[in-house]
């Protein structure tokens, strides 16, 4: 595969255009040609095709498409460019079973297929959605440490520390990113899970100083190291640090991607191809030991929509078909804790990614934008339905999840936001409610009558 | 050519993407000795008013709006020259300092609100992404700007939102700005809770709510 070097080489001496010619003259042209080549097409009545066919072409259009447009540097103004070969060379050596944990809490996330049996990897928290205190943090984080399925977690972003509002990029950034280390290491000793791979790295971290600086205390290298890239295709030298730093220390890179359903991408169709393409990227750029997708919509800022869905399960299709390198979906629900709707959303989003072929990472809620805005509950939840629907076939949870869009597709625009963790759980325990168990039961009964198989 | 047919064309030229038609019917209009006010009033700003309702229902998307601001802009290149000959000027609506706050690179959705500001009329100066609460101050006073407009898209950078209006309250400056804040993480409760004059949820609110605060501004400017 290309060297790290040869990439960071790439992105001073590949040719230069500015970023708005990058969006407009390179990215969405090349991209809409592609839609057209290959003939993909959006089915709203479908949201999980079952046509290999057209997951085929939706890969071929994606590899196309990244050998067209390669990742645009934002700070040199490069375009960091790869062949054909180079591309086919790197999805043949990309990484296929990385090892995530320490002792027994140590596993391979494996790359699954479509309609597989294989089980689901389970990464489930928070998102680095917002925690308004070090308390409440711990508590979550115990409570996803107490989750059967649990494989990896991810932790919410501290605000506050020792009661102090957190300014990014400031010291009090670097010291927030230090306490989150301790903290989430902390949580899940606590609930005898010492060895449990924290996933998302140092969710309170902005900056690279800030997640370089948190990990010295309590981060291994066999966590996972999540690096965002920037939409459309695009990096920067911060993000470059930050995998420089990962890679010398025998680290896993998770290469979260973000395709924008109405922003350069267009539609479904051109989503699909931008999230096969960020697949790539996520090997040669990001020297990713897996990638982590969430495909949102820009109005709705969620990926429980019917074109982002349908985007989700035909891209994820594509990759697992078509490439080993392992493909984790990030659930971005609209609605907040303790609302009927979340059980939904989540549902929804979790069928069509694992009988579509991947895993996922389940979150909190409310966008991930509301503090305190998610639970437990939402990833426990979102385990429990993946392990029920492996196996399953498309065409059978196709009519399934058109059921359940039904439930609150017209509710997108304006979600109900919900409770905070503190409302609907016990922070002492990391329980939940009463209530809130009513509600998971009536959830869960309910997708039982639809056909799914829960395993407890 | 009538006149009708010269707005029209202003008017389909944004709609349909096409600069060159922009362009030419500007030429046209004035070879006609037209009222290019008139023209950018019923033709351009009519064309974007449609582009940017199509965006909201995303019949269309990003690159259009953008593509279709890029029409408007270059007809505006052929239109200014013209007002200033004829002794007009295009009255702005305000002037708007825009930018993402500081530790925060995301900038997909502020860029949208400051091409539609500025195609609505506001005289806009966007900062670009991770821009200090210093910069912000230093721009809007060097630019006698109306409006600072804040974007934030973490929990942790949304805070300089707030900074930048404590600096103003207590250097007794609030009232001088017309403060606008806008990202995922903010609402309505955080502009009130900051102390900020209005919250956009989404562009085309974020539109809305700088004409209106601009206006009632002129108001109270008006009545002393």
């Known amino acids: 595969?290309?060297?790290?070097?040869?990439?960071?080489?790439?992105?001073?001496?590949?040719?230069?255009?500015?970023?708005?010619?990058?969006?407009?003259?390179?990215?969405?042209?090349?991209?809409?040609?592609?839609?057209?080549?290959?003939?993909?097409?959006?089915?709203?009545?479908?949201?999980?095709?079952?046509?290999?066919?057209?997951?085929?072409?939706?890969?071929k259009a994606g590899v196309e498409l990244y050998a067209n447009v390669g990742t645009y540097c934002v700070d040199t103004g490069r375009i960091i460019q790869f062949t054909k070969e180079e591309i086919q060379e790197a999805l043949a050596t990309a990484p296929s079973a990385p090892v995530f944990g320490e002792g027994k809490d140590a596993k391979p996330l494996v790359t699954r297929k479509p309609e597989s049996d294989t089980p689901p990897w389970c990464f489930l928290g928070a998102c680095g959605a917002g925690v308004?205190?070090?308390?409440?943090?711990?508590?979550?984080i115990q409570g996803y440490g107490k989750i059967p399925f649990v494989d990896s977690i991810t932790t919410p972003s501290l605000t506050t520390f020792n009661g102090i509002p957190i300014h990014a990029g400031s010291p009090s950034e670097i010291l927030a990113c230090i306490r989150t280390a301790i903290l989430a290491r902390e949580g899940l000793r606590r609930v005898g899970k010492p060895g449990l791979p924290i996933m998302n790295s140092i969710a309170t971290a902005v900056s690279d100083a800030g997640k370089i600086a948190g990990s010295q205390f309590g981060l291994r290298p066999s966590d996972g190291w999540l690096i965002g890239a920037m939409a459309e295709m695009k990096?920067?030298?911060?993000?470059?640090?930050?995998?420089?730093?990962?890679?010398?220390?025998?680290?896993?890179?998770v290469a979260e991607t973000a395709p924008i359903l109405g922003g350069y991408c267009g539609g479904p169709e051109g989503v699909a191809v931008t999230n096969v393409a960020y697949h790539i990227q996520s090997i040669l750029v990001y020297r990713g030991s897996c990638q982590d997708t969430f495909p949102i919509h820009i109005k709705s800022s969620c990926n429980t929509g019917r074109g982002v869905l349908w985007a989700i399960s035909i891209?994820?299709?594509?990759?697992?078909?078509?490439?080993?390198?392992?493909?984790?979906?990030?659930?971005?629900?609209?609605?907040?804790?303790?609302?009927?709707?979340?059980?939904y959303e989540t549902a929804a989003h979790v069928i069509t990614s694992i009988v579509s072929g991947g895993s996922i990472e389940s979150c909190g809620g409310?966008?991930?934008?509301?503090?305190?805005?998610?639970?437990?509950?939402?990833?426990?939840?979102?385990?429990?339905?993946?392990?029920?629907?492996?196996?399953?076939?498309?065409?059978?949870?196709?009519?399934?999840?058109?059921?359940?869009?039904?439930k609150y597709e017209n509710n997108l625009s304006n979600p109900p936001k919900g409770k905070k963790y503190q409302d609907c759980f016990?922070?002492?325990?990391?329980?939940?409610?009463?209530?809130?168990i009513a509600l998971y039961r009536k959830a869960k009964k309910e997708l039982g009558d639809y056909g799914l198989k829960f395993k407890y | 050519m009538t006149k009708e047919r010269i707005f029209k064309d202003l008017f389909s030229a944004v709609v349909s993407l096409d600069e060159e038609k922009g362009v030419r019917a500007a030429n046209e209009l004035i070879k006609e000795k037209l009222d290019p006010l008139e023209g950018i009033e019923k033709g351009l700003s009519e064309g974007m008013k449609v582009i940017g309702e199509k965006f909201d229902k995303l019949e269309v998307f990003l690159p259009e709006l953008l593509m279709a601001a890029d029409v408007f802009n270059s007809t505006m290149e052929v239109l200014g020259p013209e007002i200033l000959i004829r002794g007009k000027k295009v009255e702005k609506k305000g002037t708007v300092v825009i930018g993402t706050v500081k530790g925060d690179i995301h900038e997909i959705g502020k860029d949208i609100v400051a091409m539609l500001l500025e195609t609505?009329?506001?005289?806009?100066?966007?900062?670009?992404?991770?821009?200090?609460?210093?910069?912000?101050?230093?721009?809007?006073?060097?630019?006698?700007?109306?409006?600072?407009?804040?974007s934030s898209l973490l929990t942790t950078t949304m805070l300089a939102q707030k900074e930048l209006i404590d600096i103003l309250k207590a250097e007794k400056k609030r009232d001088k700005y017309t403060i606008m804040i806008g990202g995922a993480p903010t609402s309505q409760a955080w502009a009130d809770e900051i102390g900020a004059d209005g919250y956009g949820k989404t562009a085309k609110d974020a539109v809305s709510l700088a004409l209106k605060l601009v206006s009632q501004k002129r108001e109270e400017e008006r009545d002393g």
């Open chain 1, 315 to 343: 891209s994820n299709q594509a990759i697992t078909l078509n490439s080993h390198f392992p493909l984790l979906n990030i659930s971005i629900i609209a609605s907040g804790p303790m609302t009927e709707m979340e059980f």
């Open chain 2, 120 to 150: 609505a009329g506001f005289a806009v100066h966007n900062l670009g992404k991770d821009i200090s609460v210093s910069t912000f101050l230093e721009q809007a006073k060097q630019l006698k700007a109306d409006i600072i407009a804040m």
């Open chain 1, 235 to 253: 990096v920067n030298l911060e993000r470059l640090n930050e995998i420089a730093y990962v890679l010398s220390l025998g680290g896993h890179v």
């Open chain 1, 132 to 140: 308004s205190n070090e308390e409440i943090f711990i508590s979550i």
């Open chain 1, 366 to 406: 409310a966008k991930n934008v509301c503090i305190d805005h998610f639970t437990p509950m939402m990833p426990r939840w979102a385990s429990e339905i993946a392990y029920a629907v492996v196996g399953m076939e498309r065409a059978d949870v196709n009519e399934i999840v058109k059921q359940i869009i039904r």
């Open chain 1, 426 to 436: 016990n922070i002492k325990t990391s329980e939940p409610n009463r209530e809130y």
């Open chain 1, 1 to 59: 595969m290309v060297s790290f070097e040869e990439v960071i080489n790439r992105t001073l001496t590949g040719p230069y255009c500015s970023e708005k010619d990058y969006n407009l003259k390179v990215f969405v042209p090349k991209l809409r040609k592609v839609v057209k080549k290959y003939q993909i097409k959006y089915d709203p009545e479908n949201p999980i095709p079952s046509d290999d066919d057209l997951a085929d072409r939706v890969f």
